[in-house]
């Protein structure tokens, strides 16, 4: 999973929020293992709520960065 996928991912709460440590991002092992569990057992059993898991939720659109002025000579 690439790092803006995590992120996104994190953002939306389908997946553990990281513990900052000084300058270091870190995740409790224990909930990274739920979360795979959640996985395995949402591919083995499907998911009977109807809710699908681990499916990234589109993040609302951003506004565009503003354009650097252009200089004209």
Not at 9 to 31: A, M, Q
Request: proline share 8%; net charge positive; no cysteine.
């Amino acid at each position: 999973m690439s790092k803006s996928t995590l992120y996104s991912r994190i953002s939306v709460g389908s997946f553990p929020k990281p513990v900052t440590l000084g300058s270091s991002v870190r995740w409790v092992e224990s909930e990274v293992e739920a979360w795979i569990s959640g996985r395995v057992s949402e591919r083995d059993h499907g998911n009977e709520t109807g809710v699908r898991l681990g499916v990234q939720t589109p993040l609302p659109a951003r506004r565009p960065l503003p354009r650097k002025a252009r200089s004209h000579e």
